[in-house]
Every structure is written in structure tokens, then in C-alpha cells.
């Protein structure tokens, strides 16, 4: 295992990763924060180093020598970076293909990096890392379609379980007649009938080519929040989307948003692999994770109780901290509003509204950086799109709504028909009524831990009831208390009363 990189405490760090795939090269730098992993720059080329290996054995000599000047360009920049571990690793084209040492060996004279090259089982393991590391509830199994192959990795209970490689890539079943979608579909399922043990409710899609079926998807659907990461997909439905690609033309889909000319050649068979997966394993959805062997790399590298940290929470304080001014803040409005989380409806499930509420009070200060005047749009946008895994789309929606509300936004939000169409009312009620407990715990106290200590709510006999300790009444319970405790008590369907006394 790599040196860990920090302490839960440790400062942050630059990661960089590059992965030599069967059809791209990518470099990714990530900053480090604890569990809050951040990409602050993503590079690939589409080299196709896999193009050829199904007939010659061999990697594609136009590919090789795209990806060479690619690696090269890759290590000046990790050279200007300098980040505090590189991880350079190699996957299926550079594995099987029988100049591949050749290959590793003249990027390390040209460029200096050290190529790591993963065994099957590796890669399919890290795959699986790499989803857990973005989706740490992740129950079922793990797909990563490359270019030369498709990993398949059960997961269960936060645990990697085995996996299987199965040559079921774009390059590694390329026919010299031309590519035939039923003769493809028909060598697909005989592959796929050696996966039945890997038979599932739900498919974590990796790589490039099914995020950009995703995309698709997103389109054809009119989607209104293009974020691909846990991005889910009933499979009944995305059956429909798979064949409609896989009779498309190479000439009609370079037409559709999001697919390039490179991508649109293998995006058929991609398709293919999925239907067929979806038939055989039994699938009833498939969630899109964009995390995968790269992360997975870095996510074990971590100290196990940095590893262990929520991710969405993590993402949560790193980017709460950025914009606000008051680090104690978060810890005491989860405490102060713990008594109205209490009594507040169940949204999601009991354990998941104590993780969402925690997170809404991490990014409670999120707009104190922000202008005023637009205030309420820009702290709701950033929510919403916010590159911090560990959370659903409906999760993500739910907490804009609630931040939505900490900032005195009005219900319909700045994106009504986004809200809608990932929530239901219940939950965007729930979202709301948590938003305005946060708003009035923050101007009671003007987001000062130690004065809000002295003010308390709770919830009875149906009733919202603020008091104050002794002495503090007058400095905490005025007519912006009321304004506050008002709105917040009609939204619990609740009445107000302000005891004056401690």
C-alpha cells in the first residue's frame, strides 16, 4: 500500500494520478482536504492505445505515440505542481499487449514516470475502490467498461468483494467486417453468460464511454441537473436509450450534445455491453459513478480514519469554510436545532435527515462571502452543483432548498422545476423548515456559538417555544426573533410562543 497521504488533521495536499487506458490517457490533480477530495484539473487524450491489440497483439503505433507526447506534456506538469504523491498506473491494452513493457519502459526513459501496471484483479479492485470513495453506500456491483475490457466487482457492506475481467472492450471485440449490432449483441451474451454470480439489483457504471451514454440519457429525458456522478437510471428505461444508440450511425450520434467524434465509435458497442449486463445480471437500475480507478488508488492511500469520513459531510466543511468566517458555528447550530430536527417529519430516513441536516449546517455560512444582492441564487447554485460525492441528486436538491431557506429565499427556490422534478413535497416542506431553524438559530445569535448557547427552541404541545437563559432575553428574543420564529413555526404547522423567561 502507498505511503498515507495526511492525517485527519494533516494539511492539504496535491494528488496527482494518471491512468494509461485501452482508449484514453487522463491526468487528474486533486487537492486534498481530509476526506474532501477536490479535481482542480482533468486532461485526457483519446490516443486509442488498444485500437489494434485485437488483431496485431499489439499496441497501436498511432496511439502509442499519441499517448508518448501526451505523458510527456502530463510529467511537465506534475514537474511544475510538484504534488506531494503520483500515481501512474496502466490498465488492460498495456497489460496484454506484448510491446507493452516495451512501451513502459521507453515512457520511463522519455518522461521519468514509472508505470504501474494493473493486473485485472487490480484494476477491477480499485474500480470498486473508486466507487465506494464517491458512493459510500454503494450495494451491489461495480462495472468499469474500458477500452480492451469490462471489470466486474461485487460490492457489500462498504467491502470489495471478487471480480471478474472479461474481454468485453470496444477494441478487444472490433471486427475487420464492420461493426454489426445483432453479430456484437450475440458475442456479447455469450461472454456475459460467465457473470451470472455477479447477478444484482444495481450496476455502478465507471468509465468514460457510460458516462457520456448517461449524457445522453440526460438529454433525451430533458434532465434538468446534468451532473453525471450518481446520476440514476431505472433499467427498463435505459434499455430503450441502449438500442436507440447502438442503431444510431456513427455520423448521427458526432450530432448529439456531448459525444465527440472519437467517442461516438465506440459508444454503440458501449451501449451493447450495458443492455446486455442489464438482461443477464437482472438489473433493475444502474448509477453512474465518475470516480473510479484513479480514486480508488488515491482513496486507499488515505489513513484509515480519514478514509472512513463522510465524504458529503467532509465536502460539506471543506466548502462551508472556504466562503464562511465562523469555524464553531456549524457544531453549534447541529446541536441548537437537534430539538426541531426532532420533531420535524422524516424526509429521507431517520439516519439519512441526521446526515443531511449535519451537512445543511456546515454550509450555513456559506453565503458570507458572497454579494448580498445575489446572495440567495449563488449559495443555492453552488449547493446544488457542488463537486462533493456521497450524495443522490435528490440529496443535492434537498440540501439547496434548505440553504435556499438559511438565506431568507422564497419556497418556489431559484430553480423550481429542478426542485420539483427530485423532490417530492414532503421533502421540499422538510428541506424548507430545516432552512429556516438554521436561519433563525444564525440571526439570533448573529453566528455567534457563544451567544446562541444562551437562547433554546423546542416543540411544544404544538408549539414552537423560544426562550433565552436568564439576562438574555432582551438581547436575543426582539422583533427579528419573531419575524424568524414565525416563519419557521408555519412551516412546521406549528404556533409560536416566546417565553421570556429562562
Partial sequence: MPEALLSALGAPRDVAAIDIGSNSVRLVLYRLEGRAIWTVFNEKVLAGLGRDLAATGQLSVEGAAQALTALKRFAA???????????????????????????????????GLQIRVLSGEEEARYAALGVLAGIPDAEGVAGDLGGSSLELVRITGGEVGRGVTLPLGPFAMADE????????????????????DYQADTLYAV?????????????????????VHQYAMGAEELLATARL???????????WPGVSKKRADTLPHAALVLEGLIESLELKRVVVSAWGVREGLLYE??????????????GSSSLGARQGISPALPGALKGWIAPLLAAMPVTFDKRRDDVLADAACRLADLGARLHPDHRVELAFDQVLRAPVPGQTHAERAWLAAAVNARYGGPSGTPEPDTVARLLTEDQRQGARALGLAIRL???????????????????????????????????????????????????????????NGG
Fill in 207 to 227: 468509465g468514460g464511454a457510460w458516462r457520456t451514454l448517461a449524457q445522453v440519457h440526460m438529454e433525451l429525458t430533458a434532465y434538468p441537473l446534468r451532473i
Fill in 177 to 196: 467486417t464492420g461493426f454489426d449490432a445483432d453479430r456484437r449483441r450475440d458475442a456479447i451474451a455469450k461472454q456475459l453468460k460467465t457473470a451470472t
Fill in 301 to 314: 492511500a488515505l489513513e484509515p480514519e480519514v478514509a472512513a469520513a463522510d465524504p458529503l459531510l467532509a
Fill in 77 to 111: 506538469v506534475i514537474d511544475g505542481v510538484r504534488p506531494a504523491l503520483v500515481f501512474v498506473a496502466a490498465t488492460a491494452a498495456v497489460r496484454e499487449a506484448s510491446d507493452g513493457t516495451a512501451f513502459c519502459e521507453k515512457v520511463a526513459a522519455e518522461t
Fill in 441 to 499: 438559530a444564525c440571526d439570533i445569535s448573529g453566528r455567534a456559538p457563544q451567544l446562541l448557547a444562551n437562547a433554546h427552541a423546542a416543540v411544544k404541545d404544538g408549539a414552537l417555544v423560544l426562550t433565552a437563559s436568564d439576562g438574555y432575553a432582551d438581547v436575543l428574543l426582539g422583533e427579528q426573533t419573531r419575524r424568524r420564529g414565525k416563519a419557521l413555526a408555519e412551516a412546521m404547522g406549528l404556533k409560536l410562543d416566546i417565553r
Fill in 245 to 255: 444508440i447502438a442503431r444510431a450511425s456513427r455520423a448521427s450520434l458526432e450530432k
